[in-house]
């Protein structure tokens, strides 16, 4: 009877959930999206709480269950008057506990069949997707941080990593004391310490938009598992690159270029087609200023502004002296630095559309940048997580790679501008 009352309970949870995640998958709205998962996670909670009830009923029944000729004893259970009293777990259900499930076959396959077909699969009673937001497996994660540090963002591979609790302030100054002479007559006298700095790390949602028809062609999973890390690794590295040098802070990443606290220090040096060629200007203009706490420092340039401005330059006579004057290494680095050096700190080549050429930039653009890059951090959550919806201008299903990811800068006066004078 009971159990029958709880099939019952299930059989409406499921279609309320089922509903949930319809509203979820149409929904637009950020906003909207989260509180309907944070209603599904309730909704899941009582829905696994509802099968333990009917699993432990039936488990219940089986262990009660008169032995018969035809009867197993199953391995572990006690034969007590001819009746079975001692409860057991099934090969299944021990398989289940474990390990990680986002590791498993039968998850990756599932996550598989979500993203190609939409289709919501179980093994038994393991839930193998989350429905609105089923989780990356691990194997595709573990593969696409393997190629961010291999293989993309020459930027993002050299910054700070931070892990954070989102809307919180977090201090990153330093306490500083100032030495002063005493005589018999003196005393030194108490110093307050300066208030340390903050900053806090907002819960902005990126999103990576797939191409769910290239995917749906992919038929085995290793090929699938592949080619999905490869299409998250490139989206998400190029809008990390570009997030750190100008991202606007307005839902996103603040970027060096807009950081109020950057632009209020001053650091900026102007370098015209004649200076920006000479090395004899870049000890005058630039390194004769630089503070000597942050000569570890390296540059941003693009490829362009590389080759036109800094490799050219020569003598009077028009012989090269740009690797005897500089130590310019140009396209000599290994994987972590391909773009060399120059006065011996690291060149990030990043391409146009994060920083213009100087050939083509304006007057006060941004061409270069000096920074030391573990003063920029990215607080990030590398649980991506699926989302899929239909698109009824183009009529095909379109999936999205979900992640909660902020950056900004830590410790400003590292920062220098090189512009286009």
């Given amino acids: 009877m009971r159990?029958?009352?709880?099939?019952?309970?299930?059989?409406?949870?499921?279609?309320?959930?089922?509903?949930?995640?319809?509203?979820?998958?149409?929904?637009?709205?950020?906003?909207?999206?989260?509180?309907?998962?944070?209603?599904?996670?309730?909704?899941?909670?009582?829905?696994?709480?509802?099968?333990?009830?009917?699993?432990?009923?039936?488990?219940?029944?089986?262990?009660?269950?008169?032995?018969?000729?035809?009867?197993?004893?199953?391995?572990?259970?006690?034969?007590?008057?001819?009746?079975?009293?001692?409860?057991?777990?099934?090969?299944?259900?021990?398989?289940?506990?474990?390990?990680?499930?986002?590791?498993?076959?039968?998850?990756?396959?599932?996550?598989?069949?979500?993203?190609?077909e939409g289709t919501e699969t179980r093994d038994g009673e393991v839930i193998v997707t989350k429905d609105t937001a089923p989780a990356i497996p691990l194997t595709i994660m573990n593969e696409v941080m393997n190629t961010v540090r291999k293989r993309y963002g020459n930027l993002y591979n050299k910054v700070r990593k931070t892990s954070m609790k989102g809307g919180v302030e977090y201090p990153i100054g330093a306490l500083k004391a100032t030495f002063k002479w005493i005589n018999e007559a003196t005393v030194s006298p108490r110093q307050k310490?300066?208030?340390?700095?903050?900053?806090?790390?907002?819960?902005?949602?990126?999103?990576i938009r797939i191409a769910q028809s290239f995917l749906s062609q992919i038929?085995?999973?290793?090929?699938?598992?592949?080619?999905?890390?490869?299409?998250?690794?490139?989206?998400?590295?190029?809008?990390?690159?570009?997030?750190?040098?100008?991202?606007?802070?307005?839902?996103?990443m603040l970027g060096i270029l807009n950081d109020p606290r950057v632009l209020a220090t001053g650091n900026v040096v102007e370098m015209s087609a004649s200076d920006i060629n000479n090395w004899k200007k870049w000890e005058e203009n630039f390194f004769a200023k630089l503070k000597l706490g942050y000569h570890s420092g390296e540059f941003i340039f693009t490829n362009s502004t590389v080759h036109t401005c800094l490799k050219t330059m020569s003598d009077a006579n028009g012989n090269p002296v740009f690797y005897q004057a500089t130590g310019l290494v140009v396209g000599d680095g290994d994987d972590l630095n391909?773009?060399?050096?120059?006065?011996?700190?690291?060149?990030?080549?990043?391409?146009?559309?994060?920083?213009?050429?100087?050939?083509?930039?304006?007057?006060?653009?941004?061409?270069?940048?000096?920074?030391?890059?573990?003063?920029?951090?990215?607080?990030?959550?590398?649980?991506?997580?699926?989302?899929?919806?239909?698109?009824?201008?183009?009529?095909?299903?379109?999936?999205?790679?979900?992640?909660?990811?902020?950056?900004?800068?830590?410790?400003?006066?590292?920062?220098?501008?090189?512009?286009?004078?």
Avoid at 50 to 79: D, F, N, W
Avoid at 89 to 94: F, K, S
Avoid at 219 to 236: G, Q, S
């Fill in 193 to 207: 310490l300066d208030p340390l700095a903050k900053v806090s790390f907002f819960a902005h949602v990126a999103e």
């Fill in 338 to 421: 391909p773009g060399g050096y120059f006065f011996g700190h690291d060149i990030s080549v990043v391409e146009p559309d994060i920083l213009p050429d100087f050939a083509t930039a304006n007057a006060g653009d941004v061409i270069g940048i000096f920074w030391q890059p573990e003063e920029y951090a990215i607080n990030e959550n590398f649980g991506f997580t699926m989302r899929r919806y239909f698109d009824e201008e183009t009529n095909e299903w379109v999936d999205k790679a979900l992640v909660v990811v902020d950056g900004k800068t830590l410790n400003p006066e590292g920062f220098w501008l090189i512009k286009k004078k």
């Fill in 3 to 116: 159990k029958d009352i709880l099939e019952k309970k299930l059989s409406r949870l499921e279609t309320k959930k089922s509903n949930l995640s319809a509203r979820a998958l149409a929904s637009e709205d950020v906003n909207e999206v989260r509180a309907i998962n944070a209603q599904l996670e309730e909704l899941n909670a009582e829905i696994d709480e509802t099968r333990e009830e009917i699993a432990a009923i039936e488990e219940e029944t089986r262990s009660i269950q008169p032995v018969t000729a035809s009867t197993t004893i199953p391995e572990g259970a006690k034969l007590v008057n001819g009746s079975t009293v001692a409860s057991f777990n099934t090969p299944a259900a021990d398989q289940r506990k474990k390990g990680n499930v986002l590791e498993s076959v039968e998850y990756r396959s599932a996550f598989m069949k979500y993203v190609q």
């Fill in 219 to 252: 038929l085995t999973m290793e090929a699938f598992e592949a080619e999905i890390a490869r299409v998250i690794a490139i989206a998400y590295l190029q809008a990390m690159d570009e997030g750190i040098v100008k991202g606007t802070g307005n839902g996103q």
